[in-house]
Nanobody, 124 residues
Framework: EVQLVESGGGLVQPGGSLRLSCAAS????????MSWVRQAPGKGLEWVAG????????TYVNSVRGRFTISRDNAKNTVYLQIASLKPEDTAVYYC?????????????????WGQGTQVTVSS
């Protein structure tokens, strides 16, 4: 059974930081592209970052470039999202997602597996 389990969300003040984790099981993790996708209240899914299976390629949506860092540890079957300089507009449920091919990485409809999400709230 495939499982993606996110953790690390919470309530953070503007300017703060968080590290989200996503633990994967049930598939060959190192063969999969992993991404983080978020959904703000009342809005649709927004892809924010992706990393290839070996961790050698990373890509980000422009709005988070320089503040978000995606990484993975294939020995632990875990992908991370380090978020710095948090802004209120970063408030969202953050999901990790997996797909096999490094192509159209920002297309959320092409992901095979999804986690249940972790809430990030940025507020003073």
């Amino acid at each position: 059974e495939v499982q993606l389990v996110e953790s690390g969300g919470g309530l953070v003040q503007p300017g703060g930081s968080l590290r989200l984790s996503c633990a994967a099981s049930g598939f060959t993790f190192s063969n999969y592209v992993m991404s983080w996708v978020r959904q703000a209240p009342g809005k649709g899914l927004e892809w924010v970052a992706g990393i290839n299976g070996r961790g050698t390629l990373k890509t980000y949506v422009n709005s988070v470039r320089g503040r978000f860092t995606i990484s993975r540890d294939n020995a632990k079957n875990t992908v991370y999202l380090q978020i710095a300089s948090l802004k209120p507009e970063d408030t969202a449920v953050y999901y990790c997602a997996a797909k096999e091919v490094w192509a159209r990485v920002s297309e959320t409809t092409e992901y095979d597996y999804w986690g249940q999400g972790t809430q990030v709230t940025v507020s003073s």
